[in-house]
């Protein structure tokens, strides 16, 4: 039971830092990354907040995913609602400025990003399972037989082009993000020593049986 219960709050305190990371990277102000784009893009056309507009956009995926036959896990389902619900409480008590200028909006989003890289870690680490963007990457790569890397190239791109064109801000700060997040989750990995090719993930039949069998 003491395992599973630090594996729980490793899941939670990942989605947290995640969700703070995504709202320094918004109040860096010099261009969304390309999920933020389209969530902000929704959330401007909807009227919904910007953490609802997420878990709106997860749930879409998810069904996707579900449709595809692709398997989840506990963490799949309760990050898509925690972690937006955790960008609206940042949000709404109002904890981070927005950036006044360019300099200060650039080491913003850094930081953001290397935050989303820990929550990251502290996640995949708890392996309850990838998130419905991770899996949507994973159902493209198996479908069209391409690379992984060109197919979460695509997923990306799409979430951008989409929120650009629902209102999301797409800036200079849209192209770091792209570019600089997958450096960033390689040095918190190698700071904190995690590979994480090694994690096998539980699917939610997997954590279902383990909780109620006490297979801990």
Known sequence: ?????????????????????????ISANIGYGPWEVFHVGLAYQTGLSIGIASIFA???LLVIVVLCKEKFGL??????VLTGLFV???IYIDVIPVSPNIAIGIAMLIVGLFIVSMGTYFYI?????????????????????????VCRGMVEVTATLVGWLLGGMV?????????????????????????ALTVKHETLKQTYDNVFHKKF
């Open 75 to 80: 963490g799949t389902v309760t990050g898509m």
């Open 171 to 195: 800036g200079i700060g849209t192209i770091i993000s792209a570019f600089a997040i997958g450096f960033c989750v390689q040095i918190t990995f190698k700071v904190m020593k995690f590979d």
């Open 58 to 60: 997860g749930i879409a």
């Open 88 to 90: 609206d409480l940042i």
């Open 125 to 149: 680490r708890s392996a309850f399972g990838a998130g419905p963007r991770d899996n949507l990457m994973v159902v493209l790569t198996r479908k069209t037989k391409l690379p992984i890397g």
């Open 1 to 25: 039971m003491k395992q599973f219960l630090v594996r729980v709050l490793h899941m939670l305190t990942g989605f947290f830092l995640f969700a703070l990371g995504v709202v320094l990277t």
